[in-house]
């Protein structure tokens, strides 16, 4: 195990802890787009580049955005 | 239950998880070691046999192809439910608020784009759309292929929608042409199962001619395939895509009228 790898490992942790610990769903919305992003490096790191790429487009992309859109709904439901 | 047995209780799980993580991680083969008998032999065999130099293209695509199909048709069977839940909220809005139909036009153009977001999606759009279809059409070679390159072009749609109005992003991708992206994408990876059995061989069997390594045209079946899942990819988020945005201006809709 190099440097690198236990570089991104902890990135990934800390990531994911600021997930959990960010309560505001709009704000959580972009951290854990963040996140995704973080875990992409991690597959590329780990030699799995197929699986870092699907983990950007999905993870980075389409969760944070259908999280922003169901918010958008919710929002406009209370007013 | 107080808050000191909950937490009693929490430790106890903890302590059960842990033990159990532990005696796990002393099974694990040391880090960077491979043991599994399946990436061996198919590290030697896959190049030679399917002609792709992706060998994750070559096992999801060719020698566990099935599986893939059943796969495929989860994110089909999960995107049509989706659409389902949104469309019939959708019906039941339009005969409820009829008098909503008013205030419409201005509705649909809140809230305004600023032009730096403008000029900075319209300037992606392009480049998204090819990396997209460069994605996709080297799935056998390199990194990537139908499902990943599917999901980059339906980006595209995204930032037509962040960029222009909603209006612009139902023009570039209707309903009717995402719903037939869709099934026809999902339809094709059967469709390119059956070449198998017109040839006398086994269902999904790579019966097309496998080219030159190396080649963009090459492969056999994994090209078709791969093209056939970044159609139903692309189109099923695009759907998915239209449908959450319709919700949320239909409840804005509601607000203003």
């Known amino acids: ?79 | 239950m107080s808050f000191n047995s909950r937490r009693n209780l929490f430790f106890l799980g903890m302590l059960g998880f842990g033990v159990l993580y532990l005696w796990g991680l002393k099974g694990l083969p040391d880090f960077g070691r491979y043991e599994g008998v399946y990436g061996i032999t198919l590290n030697k065999v896959a190049v030679a046999q399917t002609h792709a130099t992706n060998l994750v293209a070559a096992v999801t695509f060719d020698y566990r192809g099935f599986d893939t199909l059943g796969e495929e048709f989860i994110l089909f069977a999960a995107v049509v439910g989706v659409a389902i839940l949104l469309r019939a909220q959708r019906d039941e809005a339009a005969t409820a608020d009829e008098e909503a139909e008013e205030s419409k036009d201005e509705s649909r153009s809140a809230p305004h784009t600023s032009d730096a977001v403008r000029v900075l999606g319209l300037a992606l759009i392009g480049p998204t759309v090819l990396f997209g279809l460069y994605v996709v059409a080297h799935g056998h070679l390199t990194p990537g292929g139908g499902f990943s390159g599917g999901v980059v072009l339906a980006t595209a749609a995204l930032l037509v929608y962040l960029t222009g109005e909603y209006v612009a992003l139902r023009r570039v991708s209707p309903e009717s042409l995402t719903e037939l992206a869709e099934s026809v994408g999902a339809g094709g990876y059967a469709a390119v199962g059956f070449l198998g059995l017109l040839a006398g061989q086994a269902f999904l069997t790579n019966v097309l001619p496998l080219g030159t390594t190396g080649q963009l045209n090459s492969s056999g079946t994994i090209l078709l395939i791969n093209l056939a899942v970044s159609v139903e990819v692309a189109g099923g988020f695009s759907l998915i895509l239209a449908e959450f945005l319709e919700q949320t201006l239909l409840v804005r809709e509601r607000k203003h009228g």
């Open chain 1, 1 to 79: 195990m190099e440097l690198l790898h236990g570089l991104v490992l902890v990135f990934v942790a800390v990531g994911g802890t600021a997930v959990v610990l960010t309560r505001d769903p709009l704000a959580q919305s972009m951290v854990v787009s963040f996140y995704g992003m973080l875990l992409g490096i991690l597959f590329f790191v780990f030699q799995a580049p197929d699986v870092a790429l699907s983990q950007l487009v999905v993870g980075a992309v389409a969760l944070p955005m259908m999280i922003l859109l169901a918010l958008a709904k919710a929002k406009a439901e209370k007013q």
